[in-house]
């Protein structure tokens, strides 16, 4: 089965055609979203234009479309068939994801006004720790926050776990189901995830992809009195608030304007001492969210770096690396460090094709 493979983000559209039985990419391309991306006709274009480049309809088949999905809350614990109603269940979700949930939904009608005729397949990144235990995905806040409005833990980058997963067992030759894993997904979002036995059994994102980890433009976690002083003092409401976290912190926040690992490991060389900063503070709480994650596990059979930054920065992986070495977790004598390409459109045409063939996928 060929699987029109679309993964909708905050500032580009990738798509790809993925063979869903060997997984091969027979054709890949990356749009940029402009400014008017945000509206249905303004993606219509852009999710058209794509197409064009991949040639679907004009010399490549494809059999269904598999969409990236963010947040599929508690509701949608698999992949899932898209249809109106389910449209409408991905829509109440965007409060908790809001950018990427609605471009995502964007794609989605574009796609079906496009291609009318083929089944699309929802998948969500976080289904993939949708069997966390309590003890991992209750906030200790008042109990009535989780009962009734929802306030948990999801966990978020559980396309690019599972890939991950999958590859380091094959690496370790052993079974998925018989190793004990960190995986650091470091790019422009990152998030560190324990996978025992092939299941997530925790993950440093929360209810939103903000938290955890300090990432390209977003915070990752803060002291929430920040939040309340900032709102108290009248010195930013909510809109300014969610601006800044999102798209004004993290390695741009500290290095002072947007820029890619690369330019700032450049910046540092050359002696700029927030560039070096930004470093200091982006190795120093990887490292640490990976020593709280092995926690959870019996032992740790490999660290698996993937994403961006994790698969093509030798710089920051060893610097994280080189942190561990205390605790023992220096990827010497019991675990092994592994870098592994990030393939959530291999997962996704995966789980199209496994959707629709079983049945279950049938409008």
Known sequence: MRVLVLNAGSSSLKGSIVDSVDLRTIAKDEVSLGADATRRHGLERTVRGLLRKLQVGGGQEIDAVGHRVVHGGTRYRSATRIDDR????????????????????????????????IPQVAAFDTAFHAGLAPDQFIYPVPWRWYREYGIRRFGFHGLSVE???????????RPKAEVALVVAHLGSGCSVTAVLDGRSVATSMGLTPLEGLMMGTRSGSIDPGILLYMLRTRRAGWRELEEALDHHSGLTGVYGRAAGMREIEAAARTGNKRAKLAIDMFTGRTAAAIAAAATTLPRLDALVFTGGIGEHSTLIREAVVRRLAPLGLSGEGGSRTLVVEAREDAVIARQTAALLRSGRGRA
């Open 86 to 117: 389910v449209l409408k269940g991905i829509e109440s979700l965007a409060e908790f994801a809001p950018l990427h949930n609605r471009i995502a939904l964007l794609a989605m009608h574009a796609a079906r006004k496009l291609v009318p005729n």
């Open 163 to 173: 890939w991950s997963t999958d590859r380091a067992g094959e690496l370790l030759g």
